[in-house]
């Protein structure tokens, strides 16, 4: 093997290396900033959408994981209905991912008080089906 297919290798080897490097370092880096909700918001609420305009008017079940995900639950039901995405700041705002009947994402402002969970829209324009189960007092279950 000549020296310059040695030197070849050689350098393949070393670009190989530090990828592997660079994507484990990525891959830890990832695994650590993943979102968080905050504490006060993860767990099972419950709400009663009584809007008649609303499809599925009933109590209305939620539950949010610390990693973001949240499934949603109809009323009398005991399977997920649809699953999002929330993202929540410690300051009260919620980013929301799109849902079955709505395919753009939205912003709300949450607050928690003692088991109560309330959700206003900040701005959602193109979905009034998302804020009327969204917007609301949320109760803890």
């Given at each position: 093997m000549?020296?310059?297919?040695?030197?070849?290798?050689?350098?393949?080897?070393?670009?190989v290396?530090?990828?592997?490097?660079?994507?484990?370092?990525?891959?830890?880096?990832?695994?650590?900033?993943?979102k968080?909700?905050?504490?006060?918001l993860?767990?099972?609420?419950?709400?009663?959408?009584?809007?008649?305009?609303?499809?599925?008017?009933?109590?209305?079940?939620?539950?949010?994981?610390?990693?973001?995900?949240?499934a949603f639950?109809?009323?009398?039901?005991?399977?997920?209905?649809?699953?999002?995405?929330?993202?929540?700041?410690?300051?009260?705002?919620?980013?929301?991912?799109?849902?079955?009947?709505?395919?753009?994402?939205?912003?709300?402002?949450?607050?928690?008080?003692?088991?109560?969970?309330?959700?206003?829209?900040?701005?959602d324009?193109?979905?009034?089906?998302?804020?009327k189960?969204?917007?609301?007092?949320?109760?803890r279950?």
């Open positions: 000549g020296d310059w297919h040695k030197a070849g290798l050689r350098s393949s080897t070393v670009v290396a530090v990828a592997v490097v660079v994507s484990v370092a990525s891959g830890t880096a990832g695994a650590t900033d993943s968080v909700v905050p504490a006060n993860v767990g099972r609420w419950s709400r009663n959408v009584e809007d008649a305009t609303f499809p599925f008017p009933g109590v209305w079940s939620m539950v949010i994981k610390k990693n973001g995900t949240v639950y109809q009323p009398g039901g005991s399977s997920v209905d649809f699953t999002t995405t929330f993202d929540a700041t410690v300051n009260g705002q919620l980013n929301v991912g799109t849902v079955p009947i709505c395919p753009t994402k939205a912003v709300y402002r949450w607050k928690t008080s003692g088991k109560r969970l309330t959700i206003t829209k900040v701005s324009k193109q979905c009034t089906t998302r804020v189960l969204y917007a609301g007092v949320w109760k279950k």
